[in-house]
């Protein structure tokens, strides 16, 4: 058994390689030890008190945690064989890059926990919109600026020169440029809603062929809820370059119908039925009552056409106000004896 573990495999003997395995083995196994005791105890001791922080501090570190004693095992047990300068070199840059982009991480969650949980209540209790804007694009800025500082911070730790390598970018600048370009053009894109402001958050849209509430503006692309409920994320360029159709910037909601009534129906009934459409708006709050329109249009094939148009006023809801006053309507109407026409035809015959 002894000669065994002397036999030597790549410059190594087998002991060397088994306590190298065993060190990484362990360290999978301590690195699941901890998850579970971060999951099982700390988060319930954190529970009970009044304070999220420590919860938000728990939850978001414990992957990151893992993650950095796995590396720090493979790396420990890598460390102890006797491998070439050259690997040893390579496995100690890796080491620091990947604990550097580990600790970028666990601050970019962080952030992102601490401003969902304190930040976005609080700016949704604000009267002005500008802030909901201005907060996503906040924090993916401060996001790509914490990646980009890890890996200028990575690449100096692990031994490259970074200002040569940024001198060398100059010289695939101009392909860096071309590939580059859509996500250029979306990102102008994005400034050039957030100038113009053609629509704001909770703004309802039609853009590129959806309808939808607008529940983000992003450097890059804006995302829009449809009627039906599903996420639609549109590029910032092709908004900006198409027809946008602000629904929510209407001050008030035009709602046409064309009542046909029945050819019995006589000018008194015909001017009774108009002035009773009148007051229904009247008696509704969510509807304008002073833009109503009611006009006696035309002698229709089998009906008397009424144009009735009113106006929702902005905020009311736009098919329960419609259902209100649709259902006043049916029943004033029959109340009244005033009937509804429908396609007839009657036939004369001649005898002879």
Do not use: C
Request: proline content about 2%; cysteine-free.
């Amino acid at each position: 058994m002894e000669e065994f573990f002397k036999k030597e495999f790549y410059g190594n003997t087998v002991l060397e390689w088994t306590i190298a395995i065993s060190i990484i083995i362990g360290s999978l196994l301590l690195a699941k030890f901890i998850f579970f005791l971060l999951g099982r105890f700390v988060k319930q001791i954190t529970k009970r008190t009044r304070n999220k922080f420590d919860d938000i501090l728990i939850d978001k570190f414990e992957e990151p945690a893992v993650f950095s004693i796995i590396i720090l095992g493979i790396w420990y047990g890598l460390g102890t064989l006797n491998l070439d300068e050259y690997y040893l070199k390579l496995i100690k840059h890796a080491y620091y890059l990947l604990i550097t982009f580990n600790v970028a991480w666990f601050i970019t969650r962080m952030l992102d926990a601490l401003v969902e949980e304190y930040l976005v209540p609080l700016v949704e209790k604000t009267e002005t919109d500008l802030d909901d804007q201005l907060l996503p694009i906040a924090r993916k800025s401060i996001n790509i600026a914490i990646w980009i500082l890890a890996i200028v911070v990575g690449l100096n730790n692990a031994g490259y020169d970074v200002a040569a390598l940024i001198a060398g970018l100059g010289l695939g600048g101009l392909a860096f440029a071309l590939a580059a370009r859509e996500s250029i053009s979306h990102i102008f894109g994005g400034f050039v809603l957030f100038t113009d402001k053609p629509f704001k958050i909770k703004d309802r849209i039609i853009s590129n062929g959806h309808e939808g509430f607008v529940t983000e503006i992003g450097i890059r692309s804006s995302r829009i809820r449809t009627l039906d409920g599903r996420l639609v994320t549109i590029p910032n360029a092709d908004i900006a370059n198409n027809t946008i159709e602000n629904i929510s910037s209407e001050p008030s909601r035009k709602i046409t119908l064309n009542l046909g009534l029945t050819y019995d129906t006589s000018a008194e009934n015909m001017q009774k039925a108009m002035k009773i459409l009148k007051q229904i708006t009247i008696d509704n709050e969510a509807v304008e009552d002073d833009k109503t329109v009611t006009s006696f249009t035309a002698f229709n094939d089998f009906s008397l056409n009424i144009r009735f148009i009113y106006y929702i006023k902005k905020g009311a809801s736009i098919y329960g106000t419609m259902n209100d006053v649709n259902m006043e309507i049916l029943k004033t109407f029959n109340e009244n004896k005033l009937e509804f026409a429908f396609p007839t035809q009657t036939i004369y015959s001649k005898k002879e």
